[in-house]
């Protein structure tokens, strides 16, 4: 079965985020004083084929441990879902 992972990857909240402070000061200067902090990450989707949800989400986990985020900074949450055309199966949240 195939399935769409989405995983974000994020900067842990302990890790000051140059980034995201240029974006908010950025976002003041058009005039949209009403936003508070700002925190850039990565969006990443992938297709992974898997006998099951907990095996694709496991692979995907794998990856993100082995490379897609840095685990000194970075923290990851993936939402899972069937790919088009395939079955349904019940796809629980984020891990």
Do not use: W
């Not at 005039?31 to 508070?36: M, S």
């Amino acid at each position: 079965m195939r399935f769409v992972a989405d995983v974000v990857v994020s900067l842990k909240p302990v890790v000051n985020d140059p980034q995201g402070l240029v974006v908010r000061a950025g976002l003041h200067q058009l005039g949209f004083a009403e936003v508070g902090d700002v925190r850039v990450g990565k969006h990443i989707t992938l297709e992974v084929d898997a006998a099951n949800q907990e095996q694709a989400r496991q692979r995907v986990a794998d990856m993100c441990e082995r490379l897609l985020r840095n685990p000194v900074i970075e923290d990851y949450g993936i939402e899972l879902r069937a790919a088009s055309g395939a079955s349904p199966e019940p796809l629980s949240g984020p891990a």
